[in-house]
């Protein structure tokens, strides 16, 4: 592996795998259904893929916007599966619960202002107009 796709690939493996914790914690608790959770999953790993790809090929910044979206997604999924557990499903059971799930809460605005303002601004040739 090149090292211009090192960190690329370190952020899509992080993002999925976040992402894909937080979906086993809410099936495990019962809070989603297996069929909404495979179609979150196909979702969530098209995001950072379209980004890796991109970043890889072109080495173009919407497909670090894509990442990083696919990443605050991922945390996103990860700490409201964390502060569910730790809130509802079995109180005090983890440290910090309250304030994971507020992150959570709160996760998505990297994920708005990412995709619809630098996208947009970024495309298609990752460099800012004129």
Do not use: C, K
Not at 34 to 59: K, M, N, Q, S, Y
Not at 76 to 98: C, D, T
């Amino acid at each position: 592996m090149s090292h211009g796709v090192r960190a690329p690939a370190a952020t899509f493996v992080v993002a999925t795998l976040l992402f894909n914790a937080g979906l086993v914690l809410l099936v495990v608790m019962g809070s989603l259904a297996w069929p909404l959770a495979a179609f979150f999953l196909v979702v969530e790993t098209a995001l950072p893929a379209v980004g890796l790809f991109i970043v890889a090929r072109t080495r173009n910044r919407v497909g670090w916007v894509f990442l990083t979206a696919g990443l605050a997604l991922g945390i996103q999924a990860f700490f409201y599966a964390y502060g569910e557990y730790g809130l509802v499903h079995r109180p005090g059971a983890v440290p910090g619960a309250s304030l994971v799930a507020w992150a959570g809460e709160v996760a998505w605005l990297p994920q708005l202002v990412l995709v619809t303002t630098f996208l947009f601004l970024l495309f298609p040739d990752g460099r800012l107009p004129s």
